[in-house]
C-alpha cells in the first residue's frame, strides 16, 4: 500500500426494484462504517458502474441483486452478468416477501446450476 492512498472500501452492489430502495438502503445501512453500501434500481446502472468498478480496480465484496429488477427479465440474468464481471463478490438473490413463491422454481434451477 502507498502511503497516504487509503485502502478503498470494498462495495456491496444491491440492485433491486424501486419500491424496494428505503428498505434495503435500511437493511445494509448498519455496513456503511466498512463497506461502500450502493443501491441502484436499474439493470443498466448496475452494469455501467460494475464496468466502472473493474476498470478502476474497486474491490467488490459483495452482490445483492432482486427477484425484479427493471431492465431484465428475471433478477438472476444480472446476477450472472454481474457474476461473470466481478467473480470474487460473494452474491445472493434478494427476494421480495410477495415475490417469494414466484421465485421459487428459478431459484432452485438456479441453486442446482451452481
Not at 20 to 33: C, M
Not at 36 to 51: I, N, S
Request: net charge negative; with cysteine.
Amino acid at each position: 500500500m502507498t502511503a497516504g492512498r487509503p485502502r478503498p472500501r470494498p462495495v456491496l452492489l444491491l440492485v433491486v426494484a424501486p419500491p424496494h430502495v428505503a428498505t434495503i438502503e435500511s437493511e445494509f445501512g448498519r455496513y456503511a462504517r466498512d463497506y461502500e453500501v450502493t443501491v441502484l434500481d436499474q439493470a443498466e446502472e448496475a452494469r455501467a458502474l460494475a464496468a466502472r468498478l473493474v476498470a478502476e480496480g474497486q474491490p467488490v465484496a459483495f452482490i445483492g441483486v432482486g427477484w425484479s429488477v427493471p431492465g431484465v427479465e428475471h433478477g438472476l440474468d444480472l446476477m450472472d452478468e454481474l457474476h461473470a464481471a466481478l467473480p470474487t463478490a460473494r452474491r445472493v438473490c434478494l427476494t421480495a416477501r410477495d415475490d417469494f413463491g414466484l421465485s421459487l422454481p428459478g431459484l432452485r434451477e438456479a441453486l442446482g446450476q451452481g
